[in-house]
């Protein structure tokens, strides 16, 4: 087969020739090249877009019931009285969390913490101010 003869044979998915559609391109530094015509271009690079992706994912903004971004380490308010389950008075509104932590959490909640009196909790973002 004459394309193993050109480097970058290993690699899948190289599109061919825009210009004289050869099957004979290959990579080399970040562009493809054609053997035949000389024509060089940059291809549609999948690894760029998977970056973009996880760049994307990466910046998952949480935000507080008034649209502040929340921040690990934040101090936040709690803005209305919420049940807690086995606590009969429950966390009242106005009680200040120290140091959340934004978490990827069930149901929605989005705030790891500990709340005087309680102890760990995880609270919605939807139900804090930042301070
Ligand atoms: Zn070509």
Known sequence: MQADAYPGGVIENIPPCPQCSSEYT???NNLVVCPECGHEWVPAAEGATDAAGTAAAGERVIKDAVGNVLN???TVTVVKALKVK???SGI????KVRNIRLVDGVDGHDIDCRIDGFGAMQLKSSVVKKA
């Open 72 to 74: 690990d380490g934040d």
């Open 86 to 88: 086995g606590n009969p």
């Open 92 to 95: 009242k509104a106005g009680t």
């Open 26 to 28: 290959y990579e080399m």
